[in-house]
């Protein structure tokens, strides 16, 4: 073994260079305590993955050698990646060189050969390849909408296709779950190139490897649709704060109103919303049905999704008590064809997702003023919550403060929940009866009231024999 270089205050340096396969390759990895920025540096090798331990154990210990030595790292405690790429010529190997963490690199060291195509052209090719097996609304939405969104801003940005300075610009300007999932992707993209001969390295391999996905610090952050914390009461408003905005928007935006009423009244997803017909609308089982969602990437109408929440079921059959907010808000609204939405733009057609959330929100470029920010520059709202928590709103309602039991409100919602097939299917049943407007009763109301009716019954049956007794004592 190799004995450890000595630091100016006598101390071994700690950390052995190691050479191994991550991420499909075979890499060379550098200790932190070598360089002066601290960062891990990941580097490819060239090494045949097939055929790879005798190679790597010679370099590896070449490697820890020249780093002992001080060799791969200038006066300034930065890695030399020129040095790296003399050792790698030296064993006769090509990298595809990356680093996996942004350690400083001198401007006059070597950097991976330019791409054979565009990157945008290396999405449109994934895009494709991927298009068959996606649901047409995600394909349009996420990947040729979302995601080519974040690379078209970046590039733009850093006039540059510079994977790091793309990664970086990311990173620092865009919400981290999905900066993550498209550099992934984008991984995938050069890798089906490399496949396809069509490019010869992979710049954005393994550059999502350590994100993190708790968002960009101060950014504003999209709908994203989950129900992981639908329970979570700091993620919802209180009952008298929706009251608030339902006044508001009366007041301000009585377009509006109904709309925004119906998603607090129901929990129902904005796309639910947005596709609800009036053949919906069961005014003699007093319920209505959310049966499909409305893509605004694609313009068309999808069925529920199938997932494990719905047990196999694609419709939700939701309450409407007669007489209670929502049939009133439902019948307050002039009936249209079976096939016609209910709720409906200024101009009578299908409502923009993205207009809603304008309104909702605000949009600066716009100068729209959002009713959510109205209200707190008012004081009668501290905080800005989505457009999907409208959703939360209500489910946490429902539950904490009407005591409605959560399974009924996660079949009412189509939210995961941990049950039986069959007890889900008895819930389905008994959802039906409850009323999802009024508090439900507690245990102890339950015993009170069986015990009234008892003493009710009990005291008709006395009433009873002392009429049966009188009429006797009179023949």
């Not at 190679?55 to 820890?64: D, I, V």
């Amino acid at each position: 073994m190799v004995n450890s270089a000595k630091t100016p205050t006598g101390k071994a340096k700690k950390g052995q260079v190691t050479v191994r396969p991550d991420s499909g390759g075979i890499k060379a990895c550098f200790p932190r305590s070598y360089f002066a920025d601290g960062k891990q540096i990941k580097l490819g090798t060239g090494i045949n993955p097939d055929d790879w331990e005798a190679t790597a154990a010679k370099l590896q210990r070449r490697l820890q050698l020249e780093l002992e030595e001080g060799k791969l790292s200038t006066d300034e405690g930065i890695f030399n990646l020129g040095r790296y790429q003399e050792i790698l010529e030296e064993y006769g190997l090509r990298a595809k060189l990356r680093l996996v963490r942004d350690a400083a690199i001198s401007t006059t060291d070597e950097i991976p050969p330019k791409p054979q195509l565009s990157l945008m052209e290396v999405w449109d090719m994934y895009c494709e390849y991927r298009k068959s097996g996606l649901r047409e609304s995600v394909y349009c939405r996420v990947y040729q909408g979302q995601y080519k969104n974040y690379l078209e801003s970046a590039i733009e940005a850093t006039k540059s296709e510079d994977a790091l300075k793309i990664r970086n610009w990311l990173i620092e300007n865009r919400h981290l779950k999905l900066v993550k999932q498209v550099l992934s992707n984008l991984s995938k993209a050069h890798q089906l190139g490399i496949k396809n001969k069509l490019l010869t390295h992979n710049p954005y391999d393994g550059l999502s490897d350590e994100i993190t996905t708790k968002g960009a610090k101060g950014k504003t952050q999209n709908e994203v649709e989950t129900d992981n914390d639908v329970l979570d009461q700091s993620k919802a408003y209180t009952w008298n704060e929706v009251q608030v905005i339902l006044d508001f928007v009366k007041d301000k935006y009585p377009l509006w109103h109904g709309f925004f009423k119906f998603k607090f009244l129901t929990g129902c997803r904005t796309g639910e919303a947005i596709a609800f017909m009036w053949s919906d609308v069961e005014w003699n089982k007093e319920r209505i049905l959310i049966r499909r969602t409305y893509d605004y990437a694609t313009k068309k109408f999808y069925p529920l999704k199938n997932d494990k929440s719905y047990k196999g079921e694609l419709i939700r059959k939701f309450p409407m008590p007669k007489d209670g907010e929502l049939w009133n808000l439902l019948k307050s609204i002039p009936q249209g064809e079976d096939n016609e939405v209910v709720f409906k733009s200024k101009g009578g057609k299908i409502i923009n997702h993205a207009v809603f959330r304008n309104r909702y929100s605000g949009n600066e470029s716009s100068r729209i003023k959002g009713i959510i920010p109205q209200l707190i520059e008012q004081g009668k709202l501290t905080k800005y919550l989505s457009p999907y928590n409208t959703r939360h709103s209500f489910i946490t309602h429902a539950v904490f403060d009407l005591g409605i039991d959560e399974k009924i409100v996660s079949k009412w919602c189509g939210h995961n929940i941990d049950v039986s097939n069959k007890h889900y299917q008895d819930v389905a049943v008994f959802a039906e009866r409850v009323n999802p407007e009024v508090p439900q009763q507690t245990e102890l109301d339950i015993l009170k009231e069986q015990l009234r009716q008892q003493q009710e019954q009990m005291q008709k049956q006395q009433e009873l024999i002392n009429k049966l007794l009188a009429e006797r004592e009179t023949k």
